[in-house]
């Protein structure tokens, strides 16, 4: 069975740029939560969702949106990118039942550099 | 109130040492604590995780042993092998909808041949 795949594994990027970056969860689960892991520091959640719906949504600026489509794949879209964005974005997924979301189960993340 | 204050920030061992890593939060609306060991280019995943109705709870090697009243929780590692090194990080979260979870800064483990 495949995992929670992300893409793309290494990103850099300029001040000031946008970026996207994907994920596309375990077959079956219907929950993607995206989390902000700065070097030496513990993720940080930045937004979840679940059927298509944003369901949570952490302590970050308008800069950071994010949107999850039909098939349960998002994205997660970060715009005017300031040095201190450099960081590992995680995304988890999870299952959802009864409205209650159950374990998270994170890829190996998108490693983003701004310059 | 959000945070989760983990100690210590690196530990080092002989193999089969007893690491031991603690957690303490403050929101008492948390009510799910899963412990998560992060490799390096890698995500974290889940190890091992204690509901507050209960006081301790162990999976293979893995021990978590939770105190309500004090608000604290900790991580043993039995017969700790040089494998286990990597970094390790208590979180917790609170029933609802999102149940986001908040994470400790982390400890990073050395398990010396």
């Known amino acids: 069975d495949a995992g929670v795949t992300q893409s793309p594994t290494h990103l850099i990027k300029t001040r000031g740029q946008h970026v996207t970056l994907r994920c596309s969860p375990i077959s079956g689960h219907k929950s993607v939560s995206w989390y902000q892991q700065v070097l030496g520091q513990g993720p940080q959640f930045i937004f979840q969702?679940?059927?298509?719906?944003?369901?949570g949504r952490g302590n970050f600026p308008d800069r950071f949106s994010a949107r999850q489509f039909p098939n349960y794949s998002s994205e997660l879209n970060v715009n005017a990118l300031l040095l201190g964005d450099s960081a590992l974005y995680l995304c988890?997924?999870?299952?959802?039942?009864?409205?209650?979301?159950?374990?998270?189960?994170f890829g190996s993340g998108t490693r983003l550099t701004v310059v | 109130q959000q945070q989760v204050k983990q100690s210590p920030q690196s530990l080092i061992v002989q193999k089969g040492g007893i690491p031991i890593i603690n957690c303490a939060y403050e929101n008492t609306a948390f009510d799910y604590f899963p412990w998560y060991q992060q490799f390096p280019g890698k995500g974290p995943a889940l190890l091992i995780a204690i509901r507050p109705d209960v006081s301790e709870k162990k999976e293979g090697r893995f021990t978590i042993s939770f105190n309500k009243s004090a608000k604290q929780f900790s991580l043993h590692i039995m017969d700790s092998q040089p494998g286990d090194s990597a970094t390790y990080f208590c979180a917790a979260s609170a029933s609802g909808s999102a149940r986001q979870l908040t994470f400790g800064s982390g400890t990073q483990l050395t398990v010396l041949p």
């Open positions: 969702y679940y059927e298509k719906e944003e369901r």
């Open positions: 988890a997924s999870s299952l959802v039942l009864g409205g209650a979301v159950y374990g998270y189960t």
